[in-house]
């Protein structure tokens, strides 16, 4: 169980068209399903609905982090926010992260989705603290024991 | 769901201590043990393993029960479980959200 998630694709087709298909906020829509109000601005709030059938009714709101053409593009967001009743804004947000490299068969994408672990404000006092390698092998141990009796 | 969802990075928080995962793990064998136990052999004071104990039950993942005068600490597997479950979750939309966009760009 570690605190990301961690994605790596190859794609058949050129950066350019891959690094559109991600940031070109109607083409990004079309494959996340999701239509947004506007164009993606790094610093700025995207705001949309989720096209996705059944899930009308849910917002869908990200904070654009930064946008390095054909190379990195990253946002915050709230991750699986489906209950419209409740506000997700006291919550803690993941950093998701497309990072873009040309190879001979076309793209390299690899998508990061970060900081599950992270606390909202109120709970800062509880702060997540990462431990070099002891966390990920004990975890481990503690997996099995879940696996076991789950 | 919203509920589970919430508990996630408190899970995490309650995980993310060296202490507190040593902690858990000589928990997660089965036996249920008292502070004394828990204290023995480590380097760690009484009062430390106690505030520890307590993290780790906030999140939900140790129950203290009385056991006549001490309280005896016992592992839960549910929320570590239940984080697993929600990352395994978000994990598959991003699978299929990949797919959606391999299609589109392909």
């Given at each position: 169980m570690?605190?990301?998630?961690?994605?790596?694709?190859?794609?058949?087709?050129?950066?350019?068209?891959?690094?559109?298909?991600?940031?070109?906020?109607?083409?990004f829509?079309?494959?996340?399903?999701?239509?947004?109000?506007?164009?993606?601005?790094?610093?700025?709030?995207?705001s949309?609905?989720?096209t996705?059938?059944?899930?009308?009714?849910?917002?869908w709101?990200?904070?654009?982090?930064?946008?390095?053409?054909?190379?990195?593009?990253?946002?915050?967001?709230?991750?699986?926010?489906?209950?419209?009743?409740?506000?997700?804004?006291?919550?803690?947000?993941?950093?998701?992260?497309?990072?873009?490299?040309?190879?001979p068969?076309g793209?390299?994408?690899?998508?990061?989705?970060?900081?599950?672990?992270?606390?909202?404000?109120?709970?800062?006092?509880?702060?997540?603290?990462?431990?070099d390698?002891?966390?990920?092998q004990?975890?481990?141990?503690i997996?099995v024991?879940?696996a076991?009796?789950? | 769901?919203?509920?589970?969802?919430?508990?996630?990075?408190?899970?995490?928080a309650?995980?993310?201590?060296?202490?507190?995962?040593s902690?858990?793990?000589?928990?997660?064998k089965?036996?249920?043990?008292?502070?004394?136990?828990?204290?023995?052999?480590?380097?760690?004071?009484?009062?430390?393993?106690?505030?520890?104990?307590?993290?780790?039950?906030?999140?939900?993942?140790?129950?203290?029960?009385?056991?006549?005068?001490?309280?005896?600490?016992?592992?839960d597997?549910?929320p570590?479980?239940?984080?697993?479950?929600?990352?395994?979750?978000?994990?598959?939309?991003?699978d299929?959200?990949l797919d959606?966009?391999?299609?589109?760009?392909?």
């Amino acid at each position: 169980m570690e605190d990301r998630i961690e994605k790596t694709i190859e794609l058949k087709a050129p950066i350019s068209r891959v690094w559109r298909a991600l940031t070109d906020h109607r083409e990004f829509g079309e494959w996340f399903r999701v239509k947004l109000d506007g164009p993606f601005v790094p610093g700025e709030t995207s705001s949309g609905w989720i096209t996705w059938p059944g899930y009308e009714h849910l917002k869908w709101e990200a904070v654009v982090q930064s946008m390095e053409p054909e190379r990195y593009f990253s946002f915050t967001w709230h991750p699986y926010a489906i209950d419209p009743a409740v506000d997700y804004s006291a919550e803690p947000s993941t950093l998701v992260e497309f990072r873009l490299e040309e190879i001979p068969a076309g793209t390299l994408l690899m998508l990061t989705e970060s900081g599950f672990s992270k606390l909202p404000e109120d709970r800062r006092s509880l702060a997540f603290r990462m431990n070099d390698g002891g966390w990920t092998q004990q975890i481990g141990n503690i997996e099995v024991h879940v696996a076991q009796h789950a | 769901m919203s509920r589970s969802t919430r508990r996630v990075p408190v899970v995490f928080a309650a995980l993310g201590d060296e202490t507190r995962l040593s902690l858990l793990e000589r928990l997660s064998k089965g036996r249920r043990c008292s502070i004394a136990q828990l204290t023995d052999g480590t380097r760690l004071t009484r009062q430390a393993v106690t505030k520890h104990l307590r993290v780790l039950e906030k999140a939900g993942v140790v129950h203290a029960t009385r056991a006549g005068r001490e309280s005896v600490f016992e592992f839960d597997p549910r929320p570590v479980a239940e984080v697993r479950t929600y990352l395994d979750r978000v994990s598959r939309q991003w699978d299929e959200a990949l797919d959606r966009l391999r299609a589109y760009v392909e």
